[in-house]
């Protein structure tokens, strides 16, 4: 492994490492803008110039091309290196609005971190300054200001390269040039909204975000993306504290947090955008009882008798759970405990034929929508006697021998269609616990309203097998509560014999029964960030 | 020094480019030379070696030092590119070796390419050629029914191709790498080096680039042997050099001269200074992208070191003679607007400095400049010089700065106080 010196501080990094991979080891940031590590290297933007001086010579290079080699020596902060930053700095600003007011990048912003931490000359500028199309769609989620380009080309790149077909290119020649999408193509591929993360400035933006928010108002916490088995790691962006536009929308957006393991700097569209659904005037807000509004108490002291009542009769052979795997490991564990261990119903379900088969490819999208399938599977989910599927939990209702059905966030209502009322009918009670507003939450025994990934904490397993946590962002909405704090009190009602106070402490049993899920430690973050990479490029 | 035609020997036939006719003044000999003796490649690079021959597009790399770094058992193919681009503001030589003396031309393809170990040449010609492309192409296929090209050329197995590849008039695919991407098909934005050509060229083969008076100086090579080729030049320059002498000479025109022939030899004695008696006021000695000279700086000898230690450069050798009545502020607004206009946009200096000097100089010869425009630009111009990918950025920033310092004064005489 080679060994070089940057800044007159010794490393060693692996064969081929680039000198700004190097440097950052050594927490040193060599400015740049063209060069991202998911990307190939352009060296274009001309910025992270360093002087290298190699078997006696001296001479000032890109750091983005260069690999470490042994004997280097590297500086980055010569009067001469200044000197050059400080001048493509210039150059990359001569042309910019400078339009920060109003700029969603503001606060995030390569020109004006850099400015800060490299230029503060004062303006030259003798000409005007040019004029590029200000305010254009580039696809369905993202939009263009061409003028705030500094064409650094890692969007052309990005769907070149990782996505494999040129919706965007870089047109024209000399300072004329200007981003644009490809004639006739739109930047409609699933990954499209990771030309915002990657874009320095405020070029490209999500059209979503445009205009919502300063990014210094925004919190973040560290979560696990739900819409696939894929387990993308993900950073809510959200903020409480300003509510004077967004008509209590606290979830601003969701950004990729780098995991080598799992999504690399990237994630879906799908994912990225689907966050509408936890702000959402359609969430279940409080507890039902025959489609009247209730509260905690009543709910569940009606839960426990309709379950009590059916103990005797039908028996638990009568019994039913279907849950869909969108649920934490915890709750999984927790439904264990209560409806396999506890009241003993026959028959748990999870094996929900999919709705929606999503189009998988093969850089991050799965086929299955729901994000913990592995650890369904993983926790051994199902009755002691045998392992039901839900549909033929839904064919013995229907022939009459089930009579008490417990359903978990399952679509039955898109499962079945109009069927759905003969079902119901074929039941004694049915219990519905669910995170959004239904014809079949209105039409069940009880219904209880339960909180998002995003409003709580818990684990997923994705479809590889690697168990991740995720952070809870904001409170739950109106009364919901999270799953295990829901079959936690129902458990107590139905004299089941353990009790948790949080998560963790649901987890760390899980854990306990569970070994090859001990490889988490709670409280550290993980999806962790390894090795040389960091998430801001 | 006396004119020394080699290159430009045949110029004065109109018949040359017909293949009987340039056969009968010896066209192709040391190509049939080369087969019948089946002269070792390595002796042919060897001999391209001593003969000092350098590249003649601009930037004076020894040629045969070139071939060499092309891999001799590299799996891939390995690709010629004749670099037939010439957009050089001044320059016209390249168009009248391809319109003039074609079959020279492609006997010094010949020969590189099996001195190399090439099957596929490629001539990248400038989009406005139409007229050299249609000559050059004649030829192409004369000698192709002569078995001079073609497949299993004179029976020795060897195989050449030449394919000639029209641009579409962008300046900067002169420069070798944009010339490849420009030749795949893409943009013709210039590439990071390394790797180099002759390892990663063409198609991800290894290339070798050569401008066409270089390669329609390698026939002269073997007929003359490499020593005494070399004799001609100077010491690191061998052979000769076509200059092109243009602007207000009073003899226009193309002159073969010996390598180290001073500036001032060919502006006074072969172009016949400057024309109806007026005063030199400048000499822009190599094409637009080298820096002026003052008419007291002309006793240079035109050879690649001594240009650059002149503060100048050979480039092209294209001379640009401009006589007393001449702006210098407007010669450097056309110049810089050239270049503002040709930055192929990739990188970040040139592509803003180019246009910034360039409206800076709109600015200064339209009479609205201040002092203080004179100093920006004497302080951007090394901003873009050496900061870039490849070499366009330094093409302007270096005249910029001698434009400006050497005429101060008059570039003061345009600004109001």
Redesign the interface.
Known sequence: MPEIIINDQQIEVPEGTNLILAARKLGIDIPHFCYHPGLS?A?????C?VEIEQNGRKR?D?AC?NPAQDGMTVKTDSPEVKG?VK??L???L??HPTDCPICDDAGECKLQDYYMLHGLYDN?L???KWHKPKVHRAGPNVMLDAERC??CGRCVRFCDEIWGEKQLG?F??????VLMNYPGKDLDNPYSGNVVDLCPVGALLDRDFHFQRRSWYLKSVKSICPSCSRGCNTYIHFDTDHDYKSAGKRIMRLKPRYNVDVNRWWICDRGRYGYSSIDNPNRALTPLIAGGETGWEQALTKSETLIRSSLKKPGPDGLALLMAPNATNEDVYLALRLFRDTVKFANLGYDIPSMEKLAADNILLTDDPYPNRRGFKDLGFGSISNTSEAAEIIEAIFAGQIKGLVVCGTNLEGMLGNQIDNLIAKLDWLIVLDTHKSSLMDKASVALPLALPAEREGTFTNVKGLVQKFEKAVEPTGQSLPLWEVLQRLGKRLNAKWSFEETHTVFKSLAEDKPEYDTLNWLATFGVNKGLYLDSW | MPELKLVSKNFEYDDQPDIKSAMSRGAYQQWKRVLSEKIPPEDIIEEVKTAKLRGQGGAGFPAGVKWGFVPKDSPKPKYLCVNADEGEPGTFKDRALLEKDPHQLLEGIAITCYAVGIHTAFIYMRGEFYEPQRIVQDAIDQAKKEGLLGENISGSGFNLEVIIHMGAGAYICGEETALLNSLEGGKGWPRLKPPFPALVGAFNCPTVINNVETISGVPHILRMGGEEFAKIGTEKDGGTKLFGVSGHAAKPGLYELPMGTSLKELIYDHAGGVRDGKGLKAVIPGGSSTPILKPDELDIPLEFEAMMDAGTMLGSGAAVVLDETVSIPQVFMVMSRFYAHESCGQCTPCREGCTWVYKTAKKIAEGNGQPSDLDLILDIAPMFNGTTVCPLGAALAAPAVAMVEKFRDEFLKLMKN
Not at chain 1, 43 to 47: L, W
Not at chain 1, 172 to 177: A, F, L, Q, V, Y
Request: aromatic share 4%; hydrophobic share 45%; with cysteine.
């Open positions: 290297v060296g274009s933007c001309r910025m110039q000032i890109l091309t050059i001048a493509v210039e150059f990359l001569l042309n030259r003798n000409v005007d500094v064409l870089i024209g020649h000399g300072s004329d040039e």
